[in-house]
């Protein structure tokens, strides 16, 4: 069994908020994440049978598409899917060997290598099946929060965020500190009544989805001018009068 | 590495050492990324030689910084064991894969030899095709050169009816040459977009457009991508859209709902169509003597039509000063639209859309355009020198793709649409479609298509491909019979701006018009994918005539991968992947430009190829050398340009203009014309790769009608005059092909094709069911079937790709799921999918979301077992599927030649026409799709694929 960290009054909860109102599935999070930590802090993320069937590989971020409700009225949702960074995380608690852990500074739920040996727990007590087992390296990973880009020194200030977030063409992913009642993401929570993934589980995931935004409304029936007499009988001579100018 | 980056820290549960700032790696280079046709701005990382990643470049027009998901995988394409290694040519059959790798003068010997020949006897018999290339005006240009009119790219089965409708009704078109005011549109209405095409500026644009809370809504058989996201999703029945339409065109002339400022002032609504029936001149417009069209001025009669401060009459019939009778083309299409064929209930039924729905869309649209117009504080002066003080916004956009294009009602669709537009006075203002440069252009733009006459080692002066104006301006005989192999710009096809790649190989196998020598193919998957009919097109790259030869004698094929088409090749060239190769995202071609200005951009290598290849336009250059074609020799004979960059920079088309815009002149400081720059690919890689123009804000909008922009254009070189740009509702160009059908003016069609050019060369929009649908009995195919294209996947070029055949592999037929239920199917159950032409077997999935009288896949996620390097039991080949198997380049039998599947204006391939009936397959034939063709062979020099890849550039 591995302990969690008490933080102190006030630290940071980094973590993701992912707006399901402009996601369209384009799967971009999930390869330019893919890209990045293939040679990142947990490199590699190995792909088995690459060029045959059985294609499987390590992604740390993969999206999903189901449709909710029926017919015209449902609505097709892509839900993109990663390592929520939970305040009560069961992978950590789970782990015999301390390998899988929560960093008391950040929040950020990080796997060591070295002292990870593969056996799956984390994997089993994720409800979110946010684990990603690399059975080549009998190593279990998963989505670090992109923690060599965030603080990246070598890295302009506006580019130390997670790679799922700067490439997302739709604006639909956010990074910060959810930890801030006054962060940017904290307010976009706010403001549009965010959520927690499965909150009846108890891990209180940090990372928050934004509910698709209500459509906007059917405009009214149209209203029409009752047309004239002449019009009803040739609707062109409404024109024929009208006075315009070149 | 600096030990200050490596910051140790150690953590309640970890002892872990972590680099947090280890630099991304050792040299960052820009290019622009080509995993799809968007040219997105990307920074490649480099790390010891190898691509570390891939990212957006922030400053970028295009894409501003982020990047999608094929883009992202850049790296696997670049890396795929799937790329050709060698040139090739071929020792055994074709079809078996059986080549001798040989060196690469050989290669150009020999396709020197089969070339030279060709020119020397008779040009025509090459066919010189391409795919979806940005090289167009260096290939077309070639072609020229090289004395062929057989010359187009992809165009003609992707978006022909796109650019075709735009260009002859507004001068620009949805796509590529347009796109919605994003940041001020309060209604967007967008039909048919794949979702893989203007993938990262839509999703940007769609993003803010919800942020800002204005309406979109999705018109599209098929609610995924996209229409996910939708405010309201309008599952139509595909083919109907124009019928659509056009009810909400009759909706509001009936409650006019109409700008009917906008259409006397920018279009051609007032201007006077001569009657008389039976006459040359009627449906053509009346004109004074100076050719200028006549408008009816309330007082003073007939005048010409620009006259400033005329009062036209929209509606009347009125006698001209030579006294035939003439009415504004407002009043024939009104009349036309008003019409009880149009009303909605009269559509509703065959949309698939409520009369009530179609009405409700209608008022939306004119509540937005005319109750919350949109008024920019921003003076501006229109072409006749008036000022205004204002710009007035009709804040709905419209963006239109391939669900409009694929049919062959396609064209009048697409006009339609843009008289909807014209009609709410949206196009080119504040909040509604915009125009991106270098567009608009005159209607039509420039002279005719070239390649009337072609003579031995003689080049075509001209475009081969350009826009017709009327019956001289045809490709034809003088009686009548196509000029071109694949019946371009003949009665088939007046407007087949694009070509008909779709029926080359076809007319070519049947010697219609003539067969042909060579078959020059550059990244063009003919043999699968971008064939309408692959069983039929490989059958025909293997025929042999009489006396043994194959019945296209030579195939000359380039590409930087092993796709289905190799195998069918005579002669390999193998091209570079895109991070290894110059390109030039040119205004003479599709540049990057957007409403904003004019823009375009190049491709620089990033890495050197590890393998024997070159860059197709460095080959294609040395070939041009090679035969000796004058704009690529000196005059002493030897080459005029040593490879594709010095080409880029050098090569003028006109005295000033060149493949690239930006930094031109001696200093670099002209913009559009000017000297060539020796130093201008420099300035661009300082740039970021790409130049970008910025309009002043007097000229961000009307550009039809606005005097500093049409003069700053012009002096671009973009347009030949700073004229008024005339949208124009009533086409003449049209009307004078169906003039000739009725038998005036000395070039008409044959008589089989007089009835059809009568008909569908109608100058108002028309609305007809898709062509194959009258030739077959619909009873038997009662479900339309579509394609879709994945945001991961751009049709055959992500399957080699490791990371995108992970979410890619294998396609299944998508059905409505009550539909699928009352026919007696489940959830991945295996069926036969059985059109007219071919039956296809795969598997299904249910959704709610789709038309209930349609069913749909994923375009190209099929693959023939053994291409792209992928092993023989792949999902691509073992489930994945082609719909393509089921669907006929021809149009159902008929007396006399067969017809091109294909709309009878444009001659756009008509792939979303198709029809077909599901029926559930036996028991013992599930499990594995059908057709499935033998296993192609690789090259022998292709080395295996690894069974376990553990890509890593880092430390």
């Known amino acids: 069994m591995t302990s969690l960290p008490d933080p102190p009054p006030g630290a940071k909860k980094l973590g993701l908020v992912i707006d399901l109102d402009t996601c369209v599935g384009c799967h971009a999070c999930a390869v330019n994440c893919k890209e990045w930590n293939t040679s990142g802090h947990l490199a590699p993320l190995p792909d088995f049978n690459p060029y045959a069937a059985g294609a499987e590989g390590v992604w740390f971020n993969r999206v999903h598409a189901y449709e909710a409700g029926e017919g015209e009225a449902g609505r097709t949702v892509h839900f993109p899917r990663s390592c929520l960074h939970c305040e009560q995380p069961a992978c950590v608690t789970v782990c015999p060997t301390g390998a899988s852990y929560k960093r008391a500074e950040d929040g950020i739920v990080l796997v060591n290598p070295e002292t990870c040996i593969g056996c799956g727990l984390c994997a089993w007590a994720c409800p979110y099946g946010a684990r990603e087992l690399d059975e080549d390296a009998g190593v279990m990973k998963k989505c670090t929060l992109c923690i060599d880009r965030i603080y990246n020194e070598t890295l302009p200030e506006a580019e130390r965020q997670p790679a799922c977030v700067l490439t997302c063409p739709a604006r639909a992913r956010h990074f910060g500190d959810l930890g801030d009642p006054e962060s940017a993401v904290s307010r976009l929570v706010r403001e549009r009544g965010g959520y927690d993934l499965m909150p009846e589980m108890g891990y209180r995931p940090v990372n928050k989805y934004l509910p698709p935004r209500r459509r906007a409304a059917a405009g009214a029936p149209p209203q029409e001018a009752a047309p004239r007499a002449e019009e009803i009988a040739n609707p062109l001579l409404r024109w024929v009068d009208r006075v315009l100018s070149r | ?336 639209y008003l019409g009880p064929d149009y009303a909605p209930e009269a559509v509703a039924e065959r949309c698939g859309v409520s009369a009530e729905r179609i009405r409700r869309i209608a008022a939306e649209l004119a509540a937005v355009a005319f109750d919350q117009a949109i008024v920019l504080d921003q003076p501006w002066t229109d072409t006749l020198g008036r000022r205004h003080a204002t710009m007035l916004g009709r804040p709905v956009a419209f963006h239109a793709m391939r669900g409009i294009s694929a049919h062959s009602n396609g064209f009048h669709t697409c006009r339609a649409l843009h008289l909807l537009q014209m009609l709410l006075g949206a196009v080119d203002t504040p909040g509604s479609w915009r125009y991106k440069s270098p567009f608009p252009r005159p209607i039509p733009p420039g002279p005719g298509p070239a390649g009337r006459s072609v003579a031995p080692n003689t080049p075509i002066a001209g475009n081969l491909l350009a826009f017709p104006h009327g019956p001289d301006d045809l490709l034809v005989d003088g009686a009548g019979n196509p000029l071109r192999v694949d019946k371009a710009f003949s009665w088939e096809a007046p407007l087949g701006l694009h070509g008909l790649m779709h029926t080359v190989i076809g007319n070519a196998g049947a010697g219609d018009p003539y067969p042909i020598d060579t078959l020059f193919l550059f990244m063009a998957n003919m043999a699968w994918n971008s064939a309408m009919n692959p069983g039929e097109i490989t059958r025909l790259l293997t025929a042999r005539r009489p006396d043994g030869e194959y019945v296209i004698p030579h195939v000359i094929y380039a590409d930087a991968y092993f796709s289905e088409t190799v195998p069918f090749a005579d002669l390999i060239l193998p091209d570079t992947t895109y991070l290894e190769r110059w390109d030039c995202i040119s205004l003479l071609d599709r540049p990057i430009g957007s409403a904003h200005g004019a823009g375009d951009a190049i491709r620089q290598p990033v890495v050197k190829p590890d393998r024997d290849v070159r860059p197709f336009q460095d080959v294609l250059i040395e070939l041009g050398a090679r035969l000796g074609l004058p704009a690529f020799v000196k005059e002493d004979g030897s080459p005029r340009f040593r490879d594709y960059p010095d080409y880029i920079v050098n090569h003028e088309r006109a005295p000033g203009i060149g493949p690239l815009a930006g930094w031109r002149g001696r200093d670099g400081s002209a913009k559009g014309v000017g000297e060539p720059n020796p130093d201008q690919l420099r300035r661009y890689i300082e740039n970021g790769c790409f130049w970008r123009d910025h309009l002043p804000p007097e000229q961000l909008y009307y550009k039809h009608a606005n005097r500093a922009y049409l003069d700053g254009a012009k002096a671009m070189g973009l347009i030949g005059k700073a004229e008024q740009i005339v949208l124009q509702i009533w086409s003449e160009p049209l009307q004078r092909f169906r003039l000739a059908a009725e038998g005036h003016g000395a070039r008409q069609p044959p008589e089989r094709l007089r009835e059809r050019v009568r008909t569908y060369c109608d100058p108002l929009p028309i609305w007809y069911p898709p062509l194959e649908h009258a030739g077959q009995d619909l009873a038997q195919f009662p479900l339309s079937a579509v394609t879709q294209r994945p945001m991961a996947m751009y049709h055959s070029w992500g399957s080699m790709n490791a990371w995108l055949r992970q979410i890619h592999g294998a396609n299944r037929l998508y059905m409505h799921r009550a539909a699928a239920e009352r026919m007696g199917l489940a959830q991945d159950d295996w069926v036969w999918v059985t059109s007219r032409a071919g039956r296809v077997r795969c598997q299904v999935t249910l959704m709610e979301g789709v038309n209930p009288d349609t069913v749909w896949t994923w375009n190209a996620i099929g693959k023939r077992a053994g291409a792209w390097r992928l092993a023989e039991d792949a999902p691509e080949s073992a489930r994945g599927f082609l719909l393509n198997h089921a669907i006929s380049e021809w149009l159902p039998a008929q007396e006399g030649p067969r017809l091109a599947n294909a709309d009878p204006v444009t001659g756009q391939a008509a792939w979303y026409d198709l029809r077909v009936r599901v029926e559930k397959c036996a028991p013992g034939e599930a499990g594995e799709t059908a057709p499935r063709p033998p296993p192609l062979r690789a090259p022998a020099h292709l080395p295996p694929p690894p069974d376990l890849l553990r890509y890593n550039a880092g430390p």
């Open chain 2, 1 to 336: 590495m600096d030990g200050s980056r490596w910051a140790e820290r150690r953590t309640a549960g970890g002892e872990e050492r972590i680099a947090y700032s280890r630099p991304v790696g050792d040299e960052v280079k820009h290019t622009t990324c080509y995993m799809c046709a968007c040219r997105c701005g990307i920074r490649v990382h480099l790390k010891d030689g190898r691509i570390r990643y891939i990212e957006g470049n922030p400053d970028h027009p295009v894409n501003r910084g982020v990047l999608c998901g094929k883009g992202s995988a850049g790296i696997m394409n670049h890396y795929a064991p799937a790329r050709l290694r060698a040139p090739l040519r071929r020792v055994g059959e074709r079809g078996s894969g059986e080549f001798a790798e040989i060196s690469w003068d050989e290669a150009m010997e020999i396709a020197t030899a089969w070339l030279r020949r060709v020119r020397e006897t008779d040009p025509r018999r090459l066919a010189f095709f391409t795919g979806r290339d940005q090289s167009q005006s260096l290939t077309g240009f070639w072609a020229a050169q090289f004395g062929t009119p057989n010359f187009a790219a992809h165009g003609g089965f992707c978006s022909v009816n796109m650019a075709a409708g735009g260009m002859y009704t507004v001068g620009g078109s949805f796509w590529e040459f347009g796109e919605p005011d994003w940041e001020r549109t309060k209604y967007l209405m967008m039909f048919g977009v794949a979702e893989d095409h203007d993938s990262n500026p839509i999703k940007l644009g769609l993003a803010g457009l919800k942020a800002r809370g204005a309406k979109f809504v999705s018109v599209n058989p098929v609610r995924t991508g996209y229409s996910a996201v939708a405010d309201e999703w309008i599952g139509i029945r595909p083919g109907t859209d124009g019928l659509f339409v056009m009810a909400l065109i009759h909706e509001l002339l009936r409650t006019d709902r109409v700008d009917a400022e906008f259409l006397v002032r920018y279009t051609n609504a007032p201007w006077l169509v001569v009657r008389n029936p039976g006459g040359p001149d009627d449906g053509l417009f009346a004109r004074d003597a100076a050719g200028r069209p006549l408008a009816w001025d309330r007082a003073r009669g007939a005048l010409d039509a620009a006259t400033p401060g005329m009062q036209p009459a929209l509606v009347g019939e009125f006698t001209l000063p030579d006294g035939r009778r003439a009415q504004p083309v407002f009043h024939l299409m009104a009349a036309r």
